[in-house]
């Protein structure tokens, strides 16, 4: 493995495990799981890192806080749906900020919908799940305004 490789897989890392304590440490239980910091270092993960590792870091360490937290049942759905958020973010890192916002909004959104289409299915109910859609989205815009500020001082570091 060159050292370039070995970079990428300590950021990486360093940064799953990032993801992981914001998410399983700085939480809130409400409706069917828990309102956390997380979606903050998922979209910094994603504008710091490349598409792939990315995706890699947030899903694997947001699946370990649902693992960790006793939710097992989100894991596929949250390593795939967080996964989404960084890479979408990852993919316009370089661009303006109107366009960061634009694709951290869509990563967002389509977390909520997946969370939301996850628990219906999960709870055979799709009214009880319409509990969590607000909540979802105040934990994504709240990430995306901090993810942008801490990138904002962390960018050199890319």
Do not use: C, H
């Amino acid at each position: 493995m060159d050292s370039n490789q070995t970079k990428k897989l300590v950021r990486t890392s360093v940064l799953a495990a990032v993801v992981f304590v914001t998410t399983f440490a700085v939480t809130i239980p409400m409706g069917y799981g828990y309102f956390n910091m997380g979606d903050a270092a998922v979209f910094l993960t994603g504008l710091l890192l490349g598409p792939k590792y990315a995706f890699l870091a947030a899903g694997i360490g947001s699946g370990l806080a649902d693992y960790t937290a006793g939710y097992m049942f989100y894991i596929p759905s949250t390593f795939v749906l967080k996964g989404i958020m960084a890479l979408l973010a990852s993919k316009a890192s370089e661009k303006s900020l109107k366009t960061k916002i634009a694709a951290m909004l869509a990563g967002g959104l389509i977390m909520n919908i997946g969370y939301y289409v996850t628990e219906g299915i999960i709870y055979g109910n799709w009214i009880a799940p319409l509990y969590n859609l607000p909540w979802n989205a105040l934990q994504f815009t709240l990430g995306m305004f901090i993810a942008l500020l801490l990138y904002k001082q962390l960018k050199r570091f890319k």
